[in-house]
């Protein structure tokens, strides 16, 4: 059967981590990213193209796919340390005054919703390092990742009843963490 004949009733799509291949989508492109969306200088972005320095998130800098130039580890550091108060899954947006060390204990970071008069506690945001634990090896402890909150909004939206309602989301599903 030939499915390039087929006719689809398509109305539209989301992405919602475009993320499929460290090798071409993120990773040695994060630089080029960065100096696209003026982030970093290109002056900055051409030392790391002159030097050739490449990153990957899960082979650091000195890591099997690539062997960089001794210089490239700062680069990687002035890196991080400008994405310091960006959310890196909204590079629009800075981080949300939320942080784990501002909350009275664990328990103050949920909030309680009423689904068809149930009430449900929900997990309002997560640090990158929650949402993304591979990256604890590669971000360096004292980087704020590891305590700003990231997408206590999205949490607060999704929850909301209306909002529930809208998404056809059944009653019997889950709060959305």
Aim: hydrophobic share 30%; glycine share 6%; aromatic share 14%.
């Amino acid at each position: 059967m030939n499915h390039w004949n087929d006719t689809y009733n398509l109305k539209g799509f989301i992405v919602g981590n475009g993320y499929t291949d460290p090798l071409s989508d993120t990773n040695p492109r994060f630089p080029e990213l960065l100096v696209n969306v003026n982030m970093m200088s290109p002056q900055l972005y051409q030392k790391i193209v002159d030097l050739g320095c490449v990153y990957y998130w899960d082979n650091y800098h000195d890591g099997p796919m690539h062997k960089n130039a001794p210089e490239c580890a700062g680069y990687w550091d002035t890196i991080q340390d400008m994405l310091v108060n960006i959310n890196l899954y909204d590079l629009f947006r800075t981080n949300y005054d939320g942080d784990v060390m501002t909350f009275k204990d664990e328990n103050d970071r949920y909030k309680e919703t009423i689904i068809n008069g149930e009430t449900r506690k929900y997990k309002r945001g997560y640090t990158v390092m929650e949402r993304t634990p591979w990256l604890k090896q590669h971000v360096r402890e004292d980087h704020p990742s590891y305590r700003t909150i990231l997408g206590d909004g999205q949490s607060d939206y999704l929850n909301r009843a209306d909002v529930r309602k809208a998404l056809h989301i059944p009653d019997f599903i889950v709060s959305y963490e």
